[in-house]
């Protein structure tokens, strides 16, 4: 009887979902998954669910509403992040992510009602799991960029001295960046040739939004205004250093604890070698003597 209720929920499930797939005039799966493998070339394939999820995200997203500074703001971190969905796509994704979980409360009230609640709190943690997304990729190229920013202040300043051609020396430092901070610098050279250089540095230092390059690019459009700026960023390269240092002890105090976990697990590993011995040689003494 159990499993009757069950399958009867499942279908129940499915069923309400091709209804509403239908009302709302979904496309189908292959041509869903045909239309985001077009856009995505040389990013992974997507998945049926990956296509069902957000034909599912662009219709409600038109019936979503987020006050004008919200949205301000999420828009910033979404282009930061480099997710390309407008705020109400990208929450109407973390809503219908978390209903998928809750969906199965349904059958779950049917067949073991005591389980429905954890999986009521596991859609909602799902949903502002899926809503932090975006800040956790922001923070993680914020970071990748920043442990550039030491050599980049050191760059400028040895470049400096023999040119104060601000586009050149950015040019010249994005062959040596790694992946991240190169595609924020290809985006910054691309909007310094279309647009004035004050301005694309503005740009980008409200893009990255961190503090460390807020203060390179004060300098750097103080180069362009006239400035030495020499001395400005050989104080800046010292700072950058004492900071690299403080970072990396930071890290290496956080390595003993591991370190620690692991040489515990050794140690029982060893202890349990020499304990099954042991007793290996007991049983095999007590074996002769019987």
């Known amino acids: ?6 399958l009867f929920g499942v279908f129940l499930s499915l069923g309400i979902f091709f209804v509403l797939a239908d009302v709302l005039k979904l496309p189908t799966i292959a041509t869903g998954k045909a239309i985001i493998n077009a856009s995505n070339r040389g990013k992974q394939k997507a998945s049926g669910i990956d296509v069902a999820l957000g034909n599912l995200s662009l219709k409600l997203s038109k019936i979503i509403t987020i006050n004008e500074y919200k949205r301000i703001r999420l828009q910033n971190t979404l282009s930061a ?37 954890v999986l009521l ?10 809503l932090g997304s975006a800040d956790k990729l922001l923070a ?21 001295k023999n040119s ?19 595609k924020e610098l290809d985006i910054l050279t691309a909007d310094m040739r279309s647009s004035s250089y004050e301005t694309a540095l503005t740009r980008f230092e409200a893009r990255i939004n ?41 890290q290496a105090m956080k390595i003993p ?21 042991i007793i290996f040689e007991i049983i095999s003494s007590l074996g002769t003597l019987f």
Do not use: W
Request: proline share 5%; glycine share 4%; hydrophobic share 50%.
């Open 1 to 6: 009887m159990t499993i009757f209720l069950f």
């Open 81 to 117: 992040a480099g997710i390309s969905k407008t705020p109400e796509e990208y929450m109407a994704t973390c809503i219908v992510k978390a209903m998928l979980m809750g969906v199965f409360v349904i059958p779950c009230l049917l067949v073991l009602p005591m389980a429905a609640p």
């Open 121 to 130: 709190v596991l859609a909602i943690f799902t949903y502002f799991k899926e």
């Open 140 to 160: 993680q190229k914020r970071e990748s960029i920043e442990s550039q920013l030491p050599r980049f202040v050191a760059t400028i300043t040895q470049e400096l």
């Open 164 to 182: 104060r051609d601000v586009l050149k020396i950015l040019e010249n430092f994005k062959h040596s960046a790694n992946e991240t901070f190169a």
């Open 210 to 250: 961190s503090p460390m390059l807020s203060d390179i690019v004060r300098g750097l459009i103080s180069v362009l205004r006239g400035d030495d700026g020499a001395v400005y960023f050989q104080m800046l390269a010292h700072d950058m250093k004492q900071l690299e240092l403080q970072n990396l002890k930071m």
């Open 257 to 277: 604890p591991k370190i620690r976990k692991f040489s515990f697990v050794m140690l029982m590993c060893f202890l349990m070698t020499y304990i099954v011995i």
